[in-house]
């Protein structure tokens, strides 16, 4: 046998043909076909963090995320079709080497915080709900209760948009955020600056 190689998804360009290939709805060895409709799509894991995937219009089906595209997500809503999204092989050999070496991905930012998004008409948001020990928020005045509505100035109105903002950073960045705090029916908003650590698993965040 001859043990197929990785090729070097950076290379793709919109338009080119690729094939979904896998056990599709049960039905093993089903084939769909498309081209790459976008290169750098930005899909959210569980862990809130987001992959650059491929945009593809190739049929996706439970089962079939096998061969050719590491198929991850699809858009399913009624009026919707040919909306895919693939891993690409150089953004997964990165995670995967990472993992193997030293057991979580490198690079990743974090704040030590778990909260959730708070989306209401005047108050929109990451709400926290804890500061975890060690999280630089820690002495910063933050509290459970706080909205973050803002990094660096940025407006953040959700837990994906406060992800993407923390991506742009490294550890040891520091970083200044906005924060709405209610009490009473009284509104304070103020800022606070925290510096970045390495996320390295052992705090969930939202």
Not at 2 to 17: H, N, R, V
Not at 117 to 133: M, P, R, V
Not at 136 to 143: I, M, R, S
Not at 167 to 182: E, Q, W, Y
Request: include cysteine.
């Amino acid at each position: 046998l001859t043990p197929a190689e990785f090729g070097d998804s950076s290379q793709l360009q919109i338009g080119d043909k690729v094939v979904a290939l896998g056990n599709a709805g049960g039905l093993s060895w089903t084939a769909t076909q498309g081209i790459v409709s976008g290169l750098a799509r930005d899909v959210y894991e569980d862990t809130g963090y987001a992959i650059k995937c491929l945009q593809v219009d190739a049929a996706i089906n439970p089962g079939n995320s096998g061969g050719p595209l590491m198929n991850s997500a699809k858009t399913s809503l009624e009026g919707y079709e040919g909306l895919g999204f693939s891993i690409p092989i150089t953004e997964a050999q990165v995670i995967v080497n990472d993992l193997t070496e030293y057991g979580y991905v490198t690079g990743r930012v974090t704040l030590g915080i778990r909260g959730v998004t708070i989306n209401q008409a005047e108050y929109k948001g990451f709400l926290i709900d804890s500061i975890n020990e060690g999280s630089p928020l820690e002495g910063t005045g933050a509290q459970r209760g706080d909205l973050i509505t803002h990094i660096d100035g940025v407006r953040v109105n959700n837990y994906g948009e406060l992800r993407s903002e923390l991506s742009k950073h490294s550890a040891g960045d520091t970083v200044t955020l906005t924060l709405l705090r209610v009490e009473y029916r009284r509104e304070n908003s103020f800022t606070v600056q925290a510096t970045l650590v390495e996320d390295r698993g052992q705090w969930l965040q939202g």
